[in-house]
């Protein structure tokens, strides 16, 4: 006789009064943490590089050494939470992230901190989606908007504190307190979530590990990173090194594809870009992100360059996008089980367009005051766009299937984002170069202020040479804003067409939450 099938795992029932707000606490503390120090690090590289007797182009890879290593753990969450459990994985993460960053404070050379990040970069990959998977299931499935609302905050805010504060500290302490920051963090969210959570597990199975599976998403993933991190330093195509890594990469993603699909336990659920909303909200979330990202690093890269800007001062010019974002998180989250996601992303998008649009128009003479307008306009946006487009993503997916629907579509997101911060950048120097040749052209046909002005620059004491380099400089401030006004230009139709591709999706049912059909529950 057969014995009768077992039942699924009943999920635990949501958490109720200071359970939740504790639980929230720290899984959000959590987050923001691993999001800040993606991002804190970067306005410390002269002083990292000055410190370890190194150059600032060799200093890069204490960044890029984090990226690759975070991408390519990011994907495997799905399945390390099924091996080992969501709550036990995300706890032992965040210890080991601690771990991580003592070690980055406490390297004494490159090739240490390079090392401790790459570690660093490892462990921190499951924190963001086993997150969002944990906070969901706290929270009764009506209010699942409300859990998302609180974790995209921490997610939106952190990488715009990450310079402010890492400037900061950086100027005011040493570079090494940027990662010492995160022990006593690390251990109060670790601690608070092992006490809340431990009884909540999820269930585990023994699975076989797809040791090829995995070396490919290393080789690939790692190629690609790589190229993106170094592509605008070796001029990209011009070199043997990003054709190569190039190469390796495609070839890499392809055979990934093809051997994932047809293995029994794939190391990633490829599956899931089979369901549409799945598809479409991933894509889309990812390229708005990518754009935003883009925009993110540009701003504060013309603020300090070219507007005479110090990092502090270029952090809080940045800084109030947290406003609207904080207050209407809320709203968002709260509405998103009645309202059309769809329409509420299509919102954000027009609010993206809207704030790209009044940052086009930045002339060298634009004052602080104009630059933080549309700052605090990005910030009403970035609430209406993660909250609804995770919901969209993320609606119709079995329990069992969360963790590696949202380590996924966080994988898919983070790439994106990358490749938004080198195609920004890199088309932001080419339209520099662009816009400085066409104005020198006019200087070189004698410009009578071009005359004008190196005579009184001569008056006041500067060589003919010293006018010349000084008048180089102002015409390199006027090619880099102009080259930005074009970049803020062009991401600002593109969240317009995104808007077409948003309605792609199918609405899920109205009081469903974020997930349909039981989701993280």
Known sequence: MRPPAQSAPQAPQPLTGTALVLGT?????????????????????????????????????????????????????GWLTQRFGAVRLFTTSVLLFVLASWLCGFAHSLEMLVVARVF???????????????????????????????????????PVVGPLLGGWITDNV??????????????????????IYRTRETPTKKLPIDSIGLGLLVVWVGALQIMLDKGKELDWFASGQIIV?????????????????????????????????????????????????????????????????????????????????????????KKVAVWDPRLMASFAFVMFFIVLLMRSFFTTDTDLATIMVPTVLQGGALAFFFIPLTTLTLSGIPPERIAAAAGLSNFVRITAGAMGTSISTTLWENRATLHHHHLAERLALGDPVENQTLQTLQNAGFSHDQAL?????????????????????????????????????????????????????
């Open 245 to 333: 890594l190039a190469v390796v990469a495609v070839v890499g993603v392809v055979t990934f594809i093809v051997w994932e699909l047809t293995d029994d336990h794939p190391v990633v659920d490829l599956r899931l870009f089979a369901r549409r909303n799945f598809l479409f909200g991933a894509a889309v979330l990812s390229i708005a992100y990518g754009l935003f990202f883009g925009n993110v690093v540009l701003l504060p890269l013309w603020l300090q360059q070219h507007m005479g800007y110090t990092a502090t001062a270029a952090g809080f010019a940045l800084a109030p996008v947290g406003v609207l974002a904080i207050l209407l998180s809320p709203l968002a989250g």
């Open 120 to 158: 660093q970069g490892l462990v921190a990959g499951p924190m963001i989606p086993l997150s969002q998977t944990l906070l969901l299931s706290s929270y009764p499935k009506h209010k699942a908007g409300t859990a998302l609302a609180l974790w995209g905050m921490t997610t939106l805010v952190a």
């Open 469 to 521: 380099a000084y008048l180089n400089r102002l015409v390199d401030q006027q090619a880099f804003t102009r080259a930005a006004d074009d970049i803020f230009l062009a991401s600002a139709v593109l969240f317009i067409v995104l808007i077409a591709f948003v309605w792609l999706t199918k609405r899920p049912p109205k009081m469903a939450g974020p997930v349909d059909a039981g989701g993280a529950h």
């Open 25 to 77: 606490i720290s899984l959000s503390l959590a987050t923001f943490m691993n999001v800040l120090d993606s991002s804190i690090a970067n306005v410390s590289l002269p002083a990292i590089a000055g410190d370890l007797g190194v150059s600032p182009v060799q200093g890069t890879w204490v960044i890029t050494s984090f990226g690759v290593a975070n991408a390519i753990s990011v994907p495997l969450t």
């Open 174 to 195: 040493t570079w090494p307190w940027i990662f010492y920051i995160n022990v006593p963090v690390g251990l109060f969210a670790a601690g608070l979530t092992w006490s």
